[in-house]
């Protein structure tokens, strides 16, 4: 979600998503619910929302208290970056981006044009951020941030995409009952945060609405706005997997600690098949190095996958503000331009999931009688549960975690490789 993933991130992944719970929902306050509308309602008409949006769209609200859980929610564990990259960067994504850079070619080719950033990258970031538009989110935005603005941490925030959210509304470019969003007020294909859509937002099918849930233009080209406003470098590649020489220190790496191609190619670092960095970097070109794995690379398991990585990077880092959502769109987008997988294997014996293998898996849970839910690909609350209690029957660490290994240990003989 641009600019707002420090909480939660984009609604496409599912790594995250949970089933809602009602049952140790906290009960709000009435008194403090009606307290806390009467005092935001002046600042929210000096913001610019009048008398007659705050009545209809605030005034009949009542709180909901499940965005509070997600506020406090904290992952059970740290999920790994193999994991959500297996769910975000699956043959299904990548077939579905590729039918719909053809689809959308004259358009993107437009974008292109007034915003310099590629196709293929616009075409990530949809992917990633709502599954080209299959996943908005629940949640409606001015209940979701009504609530967040009067009760837990960071009212302040949430009250200024509150009041955003009502001049949105306000101002006709999309329909009351389309503002909904995921719980942290982010919405529409490219999953913008309501005060990102104030400034970033583009008009670009010529109806003069500025329209993330309805246009795909609009969409794509506010993303590429927002790339853009990133400091957006056209025709420079986000980044490169490398060879790192098998000494090689990790001490100093990270995005923002660049230097000239040419200094890490006076380090020993060349492009992962061995060819230089200047087949694509200019020696002078700032780059960081990034080895997402590194921390947690167990012994004797390598130190998985090392990218040198260009101001692009940051840019696409700054729509969620999380380096493996940059890294899902970074290589997203070099899957549809017809490249490889990554040549180094991630540190595990056990690789997370394809969207269609946490399908399967939500079945062999099913048939072994476990209450899950719908078979959707996302891992909720009950979906964790059925796997601790099969992990458990099988001898295996009870995490929680899907992973290949517990999805082998359950097919039957005959699927098994
Ligand atoms: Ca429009």
Same mark, same amino acid.
């Given at each position: 979600?641009?600019?707002?993933?420090?909480?939660?991130?984009?609604?496409?992944?599912?790594?995250?998503?949970? =089933?809602?719970?009602?049952?140790?929902?906290?009960?709000?306050?009435?008194?403090? @619910?009606?307290?806390?509308?009467?005092?935001?309602?002046?600042?929210?008409?000096?913001?610019?929302?009048?008398?007659?949006?705050?009545?209809?769209?605030?005034?009949?609200?009542?709180?909901?208290?499940?965005?509070?859980?997600?506020?406090?929610?904290?992952?059970?564990?740290?999920?790994?970056?193999?994991?959500?990259?297996?769910?975000?960067?699956?043959e299904e994504r990548i077939a579905q981006g590729q039918?719909?850079?053809?689809?959308?070619?004259?358009?993107?080719?437009?974008?292109?044009?007034?915003?310099?950033?590629?196709?293929?990258?616009?075409?990530?970031?949809?992917?990633?951020?709502?599954?080209? $538009?299959?996943?908005?989110?629940?949640?409606?935005?001015?209940?979701?941030?009504?609530?967040?603005?009067?009760?837990?941490?960071?009212?302040?925030?949430?009250?200024?995409?509150?009041?955003?959210?009502?001049?949105?509304?306000?101002?006709?470019?999309?329909?009351?009952?389309?503002?909904?969003?995921? @719980?942290?007020?982010?919405?529409?294909?490219?999953?913008?945060?309501?005060?990102?859509?104030?400034?970033?937002?583009?008009?670009?099918?010529?109806?003069?609405?500025?329209?993330? =849930?309805?246009?795909?233009?609009?969409?794509?080209?506010?993303?590429?706005?927002?790339?853009?406003?990133?400091?957006?470098?056209? $025709? %420079?590649? @986000?980044?490169?997997?490398?060879?790192?020489?098998?000494?090689?220190?990790?001490?100093?790496?990270?995005?923002?600690?660049?230097?000239?191609?040419?200094?890490?190619?006076?380090?020993?670092?060349?492009?992962?098949?061995?060819?230089?960095?200047?087949?694509?970097?200019?020696?002078?070109?700032?780059?960081?190095?990034?080895?997402?794995?590194?921390?947690?690379?167990?012994?004797?398991?390598?130190?998985?996958?090392?990218?040198?990585?260009?101001?692009?990077?940051?840019?696409?880092?700054?729509?969620?503000?999380?380096?493996?959502?940059? %890294?899902?769109?970074?290589?997203?987008?070099?899957?549809?331009?017809?490249?490889?997988?990554?040549?180094?294997?991630?540190? =595990?014996?056990?690789?997370? %999931?394809?969207?269609?293998?946490?399908?399967?898996?939500?079945t062999l849970l099913t048939l072994r009688g476990h209450?899950? $839910?719908?078979?959707?690909?996302?891992?909720?609350?009950?979906?964790?549960?059925?796997?601790?209690?099969?992990?458990?029957?099988?001898?295996?660490?009870?995490?929680?975690?899907?992973?290949?290994?517990?999805?082998?240990?359950?097919?039957?003989?005959?699927?098994?490789?």
């Open positions: 979600m641009a600019t707002a993933c420090l909480w939660a991130c984009c609604v496409a992944s599912g790594a995250l998503a949970q =089933t809602p719970t009602t049952a140790s929902t906290p009960r709000l306050n009435e008194a403090d @619910w009606t307290a806390c509308l009467q005092r935001l309602q002046a600042p929210a008409q000096q913001s610019g929302v009048s008398v007659q949006t705050w009545q209809s769209l605030v005034s009949p609200l009542a709180p909901d208290a499940s965005v509070l859980e997600k506020l406090d929610n904290q992952p059970e564990f740290k999920t790994p970056i193999w994991d959500y990259l297996a769910g975000l960067v699956d039918q719909l850079l053809k689809e959308h070619q004259s358009t993107l080719a437009r974008v292109q044009q007034a915003y310099g950033v590629d196709a293929a990258t616009v075409v990530a970031v949809w992917g990633v951020e709502s599954n080209f $538009g299959q996943s908005f989110g629940r949640y409606p935005l001015v209940q979701a941030l009504g609530t967040l603005s009067c009760f837990g941490r960071r009212q302040a925030f949430f009250q200024k995409e509150l009041f955003a959210t009502l001049r949105i509304a306000q101002g006709g470019h999309v329909a009351p009952e389309d503002l909904v969003g995921s @719980w942290a007020g982010a919405f529409g294909h490219t999953q913008f945060m309501p005060t990102t859509y104030e400034r970033l937002a583009v008009d670009f099918d010529g109806d003069g609405k500025r329209n993330l =849930t309805r246009s795909i233009p609009d969409a794509l080209a506010s993303t590429a706005h927002f790339l853009q406003k990133a400091s957006w470098q056209s $025709g %420079l590649a @986000w980044g490169v997997e490398v060879a790192l020489p098998a000494s090689y220190p990790l001490q100093h790496t990270g995005r923002q600690q660049k230097k000239p191609a040419s200094a890490w190619a006076e380090s020993g670092l060349r492009l992962a098949n061995g060819s230089p960095l200047t087949q694509v970097f200019a020696p002078s070109t700032p780059l960081g190095l990034i080895v997402p794995a590194a921390a947690i690379a167990q012994a004797g398991l390598g130190r998985g996958p090392a990218f040198l990585v260009s101001r692009n990077f940051d840019a696409l880092y700054s729509y969620n503000a999380a380096e493996s959502y940059g %890294l899902a769109i970074a290589h997203l987008s070099d899957r549809l331009r017809g490249m490889e997988p990554f040549a180094s294997a991630w540190p =595990t014996n056990d690789l997370g %999931l394809s969207r269609q293998q946490r399908r399967e898996l939500q209450e899950i $839910g719908a078979i959707d690909g996302m891992l909720g609350e009950k979906s964790r549960a059925a796997i601790r209690a099969e992990q458990t029957r099988l001898g295996q660490p009870s995490t929680g975690r899907a992973g290949q290994l517990l999805l082998k240990a359950l097919q039957p003989d005959s699927a098994k490789q």
